[in-house]
Each structure stands twice: as C-alpha cells, then as structure tokens.
C-alpha cells in the first residue's frame, strides 16, 4: 500500500542530530519520506488516519552512510588482482551481493572511493538493484608511483584491468594541467567526488606512506576544479605526514586515513572545517606474517599501530570525523558499523558521537545532508531499527542479526524480525 501513511510507533528515536533519544518516538513515512519525527504525544493531525507500526520499543537511528566503501574489491574473499582475470560482466555481478549485504547491515547510502562507475549508482536509484544510495568518485587519481599507480609487470594498467569497469577514465596524473582534465572527466563521467591519493599506502606493493604521492600545486588544481564544478567534496587517501600536510594545505574535504596526523595539522584542519576518516576497521585486520611477505608485514603492523596511537589524539583536537571503513579493501563488505564500536574504543568518541559521524556528520561531507543523515520532517525514510541499546552497547549495530529492519526511500530493504510486515512497499519488488 504506497500511497497509505504509516506511523512508525513506540520507538526510541535516535535522530543524527547527537541529541538524546526520544523516548516513546515516532516517525510519519509518507513515501519517500518523512512527515514529521517525535515524541508520539505531540504527532500532528496527519498521523491520524495513518496505518500504525509498533515497533515494540526498539531504536530507531537513520539509515547508516559509509563514506569510504571500494565494492569493486573483494575483501577478505582475495586480492583486488584477483579482478585481472575475471570479464568485467562476471566483476560488476559480483557487485550486486556486496551492495545487498551491506544495505541490509545498515549502511543506506555509501561513497564508492574507486571502482564503480555511475552506471551503478544510476541502477541502485531507478531500484533496478538493491544498494545503499551511491555516491561515486569512479576513480583514485595519483602521480606515476603514487598510491593510484597500479601497474604491473609488462607495463599493464593493473587497475584498469582488474578494478575500473570498461570505458572509465584514467587515474594517472604529472601536471597541473593534466590534473585540470582528469578532474574534468571524472565530473563528465558523473562522478560525485574526486578521490586522490597524496600519500603511499600500507596494503600496496610499491609506494610507502611516509611517500608524497602527489604534488601539492596538483592538489590545489584538483580542489580549484572540483569546487569549478558544483563544489564536488575532494577526498585523499593521506596517511604519512607530507601527504597529509599536502592534502590540508590544498583545501581538500577530507582526509581518509590520516594516521600521522599531528597537533599543527589537527588544529589547521579545525579551522579549515576538515573531515577526517579514520577508517579503523582496516587496522585491527589480523595480518597473517605466513601469508604476508616480511615487509609488508612490518609495514602493516607499524602503521596499523600509528593509527590507532593517533585516532583518539585527532578526535580530541576537534577535527570533525565522518565514518568510513574501506570495506573491500582487506575487511570484507557488511561489516561497516562495526566501525562505531572503534570509534568509541579507540577513538575515544561517546556512542551517540560515533552515531553522529555515521549519519548527519557523513552525509555533510558527502553533500547529501538536505536529502538524508537525520530523522527529521523532509528527509528520506531513511531508517535502521534495532533490538540493541547503541547507547550502552554500541557494538551490537555491527551485528547485523541485531538490525531487526532496513528501510530506505520509505520502503523495506529488510524485515529480519517481521517488524514491519507489509506495511511499507518492497525495496526492490
Ligand atoms: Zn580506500
């Protein structure tokens, strides 16, 4: 029944906002979206003639945003190279299931930082498939031996061949000008951001994080362009100090990674209104020293170890976090909010402050804060409803047999514990 308004009821409503929870909540889905949210005692005349959910108590937080998702990549299931010897028709299906299992887990919008291309985002919309709403920067942009540059032995384009869908743009970059027209075809290809790499990487073979992986007047071309064009948010991947120092001199919007962060760089990126994405998930990954060659290992481990030395530090200095996890990279895809208890057991955040950079704080970065992140009168229905308390155990939201309902748009992704019934219309009929 579509068009029927539904009163979800007998809620607690944790809003995106970090506000305490409203007790005997409820929210008015009219469609896609929300009527009004609060406590039931106030509901206006509308929800009068609406049909009545009663959610039995449970917590009510917006759908989740993952700002820093790969689903090109296949987690833990093996290595991104893998991909060079799958047809890019057998990757994209791939896709599907890891879009599915990572909506049902709570994430309902997601920012693909390399990999998909528009044409997924474009699917996820129209419902044609069932994902988290999508946000795509299609590619990664470096310079020659910088974090972007994937080649392998015989000069092939290792991410052209195992990552990147047919008929992307490239991602390597040595001038200015050349950083002008790659920027300008990624927003050609539709892309939503612009993702850079401005340092080396812990996972990657050839490039070191203490490495600066692009040039700082590339950077500032990158940002002068990308705001050109609708003031397009420019993420880098910066985890040893130049690339960081670059990336926050050159304006960017945040800085994923930043394990080397110290105090003159927390402050300036305060006062610059800089987000950072701790990606935390990544590092409490067990590396296996049998499986991994030695260097690697030592690599792994070193930078692991800053980056969780360093969270708390940025976090107390005030720089703004958005959550994101990398999902795809070496963490396999699903398990995004079991970044919320990290952020809270490392970081140092309070539960209701992680919830916060994984919903109203997320969606600012990424731009879309008008459209979802809180539960309030306008926004999406976008919706997790769970049997946990977040508030004093925020790790049962990484569970995800503890997120008892998914909806999104005002329609049901998921009904693990028949919550809902019928009363929303199917995600995807
Ligand atoms: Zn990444």
Redesign the pocket.
């Known amino acids: 029944m579509s068009d029927e308004r539904v009163l979800l009821h007998h809620a607690r409503v944790i809003d995106g906002h970090g506000r305490e929870p409203v007790d005997d909540g409820a929210l008015l889905v009219d469609g896609p979206s929300l009527l009004w949210v609060g406590p039931l005692a106030e509901a206006p005349d509308e929800a009068a003639g609406a049909r009545r959910v009663d959610l039995g108590g449970r917590v009510v937080c917006p759908g989740f945003i993952d700002v820093?998702v790969?689903f090109a990549l296949p987690g833990e299931e093996g290595n991104p190279i893998m991909g060079a010897g799958e047809l890019p028709t057998y990757r994209a299906l791939k896709v599907l299931e890891r879009l599915r299992t990572t909506l049902e887990n709570g994430v309902t919008t997601a920012r693909d930082?390399?990999g998909l291309d528009a044409g997924f985002r474009q699917a996820v919309a129209e419902r044609r498939i069932a994902g988290p709403r999508l946000l795509v920067s299609i590619a990664m942009l470096s310079q020659h031996a910088g974090h972007a540059d994937f080649t392998l032995p015989g000069h092939i384009d290792g991410l052209a061949v195992a990552v990147a869908f047919p008929g992307s743009p490239g991602n390597l970059v040595d001038s200015v000008d050349g950083m002008r027209l790659r920027v300008r075809e990624l927003v050609a290809a539709g892309a939503d951001c612009v993702k850079l790499a401005s340092s080396g990487g812990v996972t990657s073979p050839h490039d070191r994080p203490e490495w600066l992986g692009l040039r700082p007047e590339m950077i500032r071309a990158a940002v002068e362009e990308a705001e050109a064009y609708g003031g397009l948010p420019v993420a880098v991947?910066a985890i040893g100090r130049p690339g960081i120092e670059a990336a926050v001199h050159g304006g960017v919007s945040s800085v994923?990674h930043g394990y080397a962060l110290d105090d003159e760089l927390r402050a300036e990126m305060v006062d610059r209104g800089q987000f950072l994405v701790p990606t935390l998930l990544e590092t409490v990954k067990d590396l296996d020293p049998t499986r991994t060659p030695p260097a690697a290992y030592a690599k792994g481990v070193r930078w692991h170890r800053i980056a969780q030395e360093s969270v708390a530090g940025s976090i107390a200095a005030g720089v703004r976090v958005a959550m994101g996890t990398?999902s795809g990279?070496t963490a396999g895809h699903g398990n995004n909010l079991k970044e919320l208890e990290l952020l809270v057991r490392l970081g140092g955040m309070t539960p209701l402050e992680a919830i916060t950079a994984a919903t109203r704080d997320a969606a600012e970065l990424c731009g879309v804060a008008d459209v979802t992140g809180t539960l309030e009168a306008g926004r999406y229905a976008d919706l997790v409803i769970t049997d946990a308390d977040p508030l004093t155990d925020i790790g049962a939201l990484g569970d995800p047999r503890r997120i008892h309902a998914v909806v999104k748009e005002g329609r049901t992704a998921i009904d693990r514990a028949g919550v809902l019934g019928e009363a929303l219309p199917p995600l995807c009929p």
């Open positions: 820093h790969h930082l390399m991947h994923e990398d990279l």
